[in-house]
């Protein structure tokens, strides 16, 4: 731990920083006037960390009050019995709140939560019910009060209302055969399903990867992109957020874009998928977002007619843009002699050659590979490790049509995943260690590139070099494993070491990464 610096508890978000006196000792200079240091503290100061405004519909809802200590570097002694009171007198007639925690003592509506030991949970978790004939929109305001030994005290407040603003998104309709270069329009609903009109700024958030390019005209808005180094055109955000008064949805009320966003389909584009979101923002929070702010007018929510269906169940949305583009994946193989007889190292690219990139949705993959070894021959290690920088592209045992499991050594039949997708002109590798038997006769093993289980269509124009096909020679003595990229021929009896796609020799393999794509939630 730095010496200079101690917290007490513990806060997310929240870092204090001091420069002890002895961090500038030996610094002279002749024009400035040296002043006398602020005094340190002698007590550690108390904050307090909870919701400023607490919406109560007619169920009950829970609400946390954190609190820390910290001494900007002056080494006080650690603060002792926390007393924490939670004065609920401001919500007669609004709301009640009940506390269950063993720390904590009720004296009518006021609870004093104590820690005797300074190990305790600096946290107090309680739960508010709205009164019976409170109308919606009544508030009233808890108060909280910290203290301790060798701690100053703190306090805050919540203001405390009654109803619940509950905002749902419309659908966004698909967009298929889609023209590179061409615009399309997003447009979005919202409709408030609470019992409250919304009270606090509305946030609304795209989330787009695939290559759409979104206009950047509207000024309460920020644009972003993604921080992928492979294709960083791939990914695009846009974060608007309305102020309340004229854009406050009222309850039942729908409303739409006063505009609709505006997007061209980039020329790598084959589907996108776009993710949007609602979210009503706390009090001070910064909505954070893109890092270009929008020029132009400032984008709005007007009145739509209307309820009824089109929407979906909650804050979240998705829509995809189909383009008129294809995606040319082949597969590519080379082997290579290990350290023992009869052991190899099998490389297989699942190359793009474009010209658009394919990208997964979620979890699921675009781009997998069908690995079947030669007879004679079983995997027993894979390269993949469980990390996002990994070079190496998952491979699992092949279980059914439909059906893989985890890898396991001693199988044949492996199928391999490009997890993020492959962008155009770069590739996935995937790595297997095999061993052959005795009777191994060097019979030749297949890898097929296909497209995965996200099921967006590649329209792949060559399906000739989809198929690649490999063997393991077998040589009469064990030879040195050779440097990643060279397939040398074995030496003595032994025959050469090939691996064929579409009857020509490769006599080499480029490792290519291709790094996870980011989402920015």
């Not at 589907?271 to 007018?297: A, F, K």
């Not at 843009?321 to 080379?334: E, K, R, W, Y």
């Not at 190292?345 to 658009?356: E, S, W």
């Amino acid at each position: 731990m730095n010496p200079h610096r101690t917290v007490f508890g513990a806060m997310a978000g929240v870092v204090v920083l001091a420069l002890a006196p002895s961090a500038i000792a030996g610094v002279e200079d002749a024009s400035v006037t040296p002043s006398t240091p602020s005094p340190l503290p002698t007590r550690a100061y108390a904050t307090i960390s909870a919701e400023e405004q607490i919406n109560v519909g007619s169920g009950a809802r829970s609400a946390t009050v954190d609190w820390m200590f910290w001494d900007g570097g002056a080494q006080v002694p650690v603060p002792e019995n926390d007393s924490l009171v939670i004065d609920t007198r401001g919500l007669a007639g609004i709301a009640s709140v009940t506390v269950d925690d063993p720390r904590c003592e009720a004296d009518a509506r006021v609870f004093t939560c104590v820690n005797r030991d300074a190990s305790q949970s600096r946290s107090v978790e309680f739960t508010l019910r709205a009164d019976p004939g409170a109308a919606p929109g009544v508030s009233g305001t808890i108060g909280y009060t910290l203290t301790a030994d060798h701690a100053t005290a703190a306090t805050a407040k919540a203001k405390v209302v009654v109803g619940t603003p509950n905002l749902v998104v419309g659908r966004v309709p698909d967009v298929t055969h889609a023209r590179i270069g061409s615009r399309i329009d997003v447009p979005l609903r919202l409709r408030n399903t609470g019992d409250l009109a919304t009270d606090r700024r509305i946030m609304l958030r795209w989330e787009s990867v695939g290559g759409l390019v979104f206009d950047r005209k509207f000024s309460n808005c920020a644009y972003g992109e993604g921080d992928d180094p492979i294709e960083p055109g791939s990914q695009a955000s846009v974060t608007c957020v309305f102020p309340v008064s004229s854009d406050s949805v009222p309850a039942g009320g729908t409303v739409e874009l006063s505009s609709p966003l505006a997007a061209t389909v980039g020329k790598r584009v084959l589907t996108t998928v776009t993710d949007y979101s609602v979210r009503l923002l706390e009090p001070r929070e910064q909505p954070g977002g893109g890092s270009h702010q929008g020029t132009g007018p400032a984008l709005t929510l007007v009145r739509a007619p209307g309820g009824g269906g089109g929407f979906e169940k909650g804050t979240e949305g998705r829509f995809t843009v189909a383009a008129d583009n294809s995606a040319d994946l082949a597969a590519d193989a080379t082997t290579r002699p290990g350290r023992r007889a009869g052991e190899w190292t099998l490389g297989i690219k699942a190359v793009n050659h474009g010209p658009a990139s394919a990208y997964g949705i979620d979890d699921k993959a675009v781009v997998e590979v069908d690995v079947v070894l030669p007879k004679g021959v079983v995997a027993t290690s894979t390269a993949h490790q469980e990390e996002e920088e990994s070079p190496y592209g998952p491979c699992r045992r092949r279980g059914s049509s439909t059906k893989t499991a985890p890898f396991e050594v001693g199988h044949r039949h492996y199928v391999c995943t490009a997890p993020f997708g492959i962008a155009a002109g770069k590739s996935q590798l995937f790595e297997l260690r095999v061993k052959s038997a005795k009777g191994h006769d060097g019979a030749k093993g297949t890898a097929t590139v296909r497209p995965g289980p996200a099921g967006i269509p590649l329209h792949d124009p060559d399906t000739s070099n989809d198929r690649v096909t490999f063997a393991f020679g077998t040589p009469a003595a064990p030879t040195a494993a050779a440097p990643s990229g060279d397939t040398p021929a074995a030496t003595g009896a032994g025959r050469t070491l090939i691996a064929t796609a579409a009857g020509a020799a490769l006599l080499g393999a480029v490792v290519l990464v291709v790094r996870r794509r980011k989402r920015t939630h």
